[in-house]
């Protein structure tokens, strides 16, 4: 749609809402986009350039291309309880695409009732990462999607074996597989359903005015949000928030500057990449979380144990970056964090 036309239609929608605040908001960004870009915006701008990539479009894998076969298929995996052992989980059980991909929730439920570990994070714009869990343990969406699955404490099914043989049990999958995978002999296979759930989760992505504005034209944010995004930069965030996702490609010590459960007062010290490796280096060792949708997946940290987005990025600043952020400073970043808000794909959401 021409971008004219959007904003014309979104302005329509907020009027005919009566809602005020965002009928506001949407004319303070068209004000800020017809401005004159100032010679501060500009280099900003170029500045945001180094350091982020906009979102253009699904998250191709060359070993699983997306088809629309597929994603329709993974979709219906994704909400099916039949994944987990007593039926009690699917995947959208934690990852919840009403709620921006994550529950909300510190640790999360699995089938068995119990609650899990660490917290569950968010699926939307999962592609973009260069590894998955926090830990960094898969390498990809497709190798994720088939651990959980298995997981004795989240979705509990005994063998790949099992579920293979459940879905080719039931009058839909089989057809809808050979749909997805027409030349494979098996195409019912624990392989293909995380190919299918993989591919499904490439095309969850949520672009927003940022990433109009780092590929466009700085008027696309707010002056409040670039004075935010300039912070954030000048702060050093950058060294690990970055590329897409605004993180996701990195494995990084949490506490380099302290212990990080003096900070957030977690009621258990996780190891980290440790508890995979065995290795004393990898001891507090976290993925980088992607900062997309941030303002909405709360609680924060790989166990859930700071609810506040503001007291996070104050946490962050001092033990990542040995930096004091004041009440002010803080607030300034998390407003630019707020920009990063996209909307969940409206195909992807359960009918």
Not at 192 to 211: C, H, M, S, W, Y
Not at 223 to 238: A, N, Q, S, Y
């Amino acid at each position: 749609m021409n971008r004219y036309f959007k904003l014309v239609a979104i302005l329509m929608i907020a009027a005919s809402c009566g809602n005020e605040k965002d009928l506001a908001k949407v004319a303070k960004v068209k004000e800020a986009k017809e401005a004159p870009i100032s010679s501060e915006d500009q280099l900003l701008w170029v500045d945001a350039q180094k350091h982020f990539e906009p979102i253009k479009g699904n998250v191709e894998n060359p070993e699983n291309p997306i088809s629309d076969e597929k994603v329709a298929l993974g979709k219906m995996l994704y909400y099916d309880t039949r994944l987990s052992k007593t039926g009690n989980n699917s995947c959208n059980s934690c990852h919840n695409l009403a709620t921006f991909g994550v529950d909300n929730e510190s640790f999360s439920t699995g089938d068995a009732g119990k609650k899990g570990g660490r917290n569950s994070p968010s699926v939307l714009n999962a592609a973009f990462a260069s590894m998955q869990f926090w830990d960094g343990r898969a390498r990809d969406v497709e190798e994720q999607a088939g651990m959980p699955i298995l997981n004795p404490a989240e979705m509990a099914i005994p063998s790949k074996e099992f579920l293979e043989k459940r879905l080719a049990g039931t009058k839909e999958y089989p057809e809808l597989f050979a749909a997805a995978f027409p030349k494979e002999p098996k195409p019912l296979s624990y392989t293909n359903i995380q190919k299918a759930i993989g591919a499904f989760e490439r095309t969850l992505v949520t672009p927003t005015r940022f990433d109009d504005f780092v590929g466009q034209n700085p008027g696309y944010m707010s002056k409040e949000e670039k004075d935010g995004l300039r912070l954030f930069i000048e702060t050093g965030c950058t060294n690990c928030h970055s590329g897409p996702g605004l993180g996701g490609r990195q494995l990084q010590k949490f506490g380099v500057y302290g212990k990080y459960t003096d900070y957030t007062h977690s009621s258990k010290h996780d190891e980290g990449r440790k508890s995979v490796t065995g290795n004393a280096t990898d001891l507090d060792v976290f993925r980088v979380a992607s900062l997309r949708n941030v303002a909405k997946t709360a609680p924060y940290f790989h166990d859930g144990s700071v609810s506040d987005l503001t007291e996070a990025v104050k946490i962050m600043a001092k033990v990542q970056l040995n930096k004091d952020l004041n009440d002010e400073q803080a607030k300034k970043i998390t407003t630019f964090l707020n920009a990063l808000t996209g909307e969940v794909p409206a195909f992807a959401l359960k009918p």
